[in-house]
């Protein structure tokens, strides 16, 4: 679950997994020099128990996430 909620500081929301697509996918592009994807697959905040994504790398990822 997204630190922020664990700690009480903003409420779960829908648009958070839209920030932890764009955050993880930013993350990743640092430490790679290949294309990647990243597709939010089930969320907390959709009443899944835990986040799911899907990381695609290389010439299988599109350029845009």
């Not at 909620?5 to 290949?34: P, Y």
């Amino acid at each position: 679950m997204c630190p922020l909620v664990k700690r009480g500081v903003v409420e779960l929301d829908g648009s958070l997994c839209g920030c932890a697509v764009h955050w993880l996918r930013m993350l990743l592009e640092r430490h790679t020099t290949e294309a990647v994807q990243v597709k939010l697959l089930d969320s907390v905040a959709a009443g899944a128990e835990n986040c799911t994504f899907r990381i695609t790398l290389g010439e299988n990822a599109p350029d845009a996430a």
